[in-house]
């Protein structure tokens, strides 16, 4: 018998269930760069288009659709949920490949000693797949990209990158 078919299972331990049982991506880098530079990179269409995708739509403003193109069949949208000034930033993706519909990606940002450190979180994946491995891979992918435009001054956005 699974949770739903347990009549005694109710509603709020099933949604503990389902939350604690979701995957997520996480990974850490370390930026040499103050963090305002590491978060002007993450909200900016200068930034992002500099070492993510070149074909975007940003305005870093709560609410606003962000939306990427990676040369696929679909556009990624994605809901700007926060925006904490040199701490925080999410999105709540709102259209891509199916897999990615309803999850949520954060940067979680601290400096020390002019280093930046960034959490990256891609949260609520309802299962792992093998597009989810992918994706882990790419978000690693994502991060060196960004410490070498913040370092360096140059990334690789996805329309440069050799797969």
């Known amino acids: 018998m699974t949770a739903c078919e347990n009549p005694t299972f109710d509603k709020l331990r099933?949604?503990?269930?389902?939350?604690?049982?979701?995957?997520?991506?996480?990974?850490i880098n370390y930026i040499k760069v103050p963090v305002a530079q590491v978060y002007k990179a993450l909200t900016t269409q200068e930034g992002l288009g500099a070492f993510w995708t070149t074909a975007l739509i940003v305005e870093p403003k709560p609410g606003f659709i962000n939306e990427f193109d990676f040369d696929d069949d679909y556009g990624t949208k994605m809901k700007i949920v926060e925006l904490s000034e040199n701490k925080r930033i999410e999105w709540e993706c709102i259209a891509s490949d199916p897999e990615w519909v309803g999850t949520g990606v954060s940067f979680e940002l601290s400096e020390k000693d002019g280093v930046t450190a960034v959490v990256l979180k891609h949260f609520n994946?309802?299962?792992?797949?093998?597009?989810?491995?992918?994706?882990n891979y790419n978000w690693a992918m994502f991060l060196l990209s960004l410490k070498s435009y913040c370092e360096d001054g140059a990334g690789t956005p996805y329309q440069k990158r050799k797969f």
């Open 125 to 135: 994946w309802r299962e792992l797949t093998e597009f989810y491995r992918w994706c």
């Open 14 to 27: 099933l949604a503990t269930f389902i939350v604690t049982h979701m995957e997520k991506i996480e990974h």
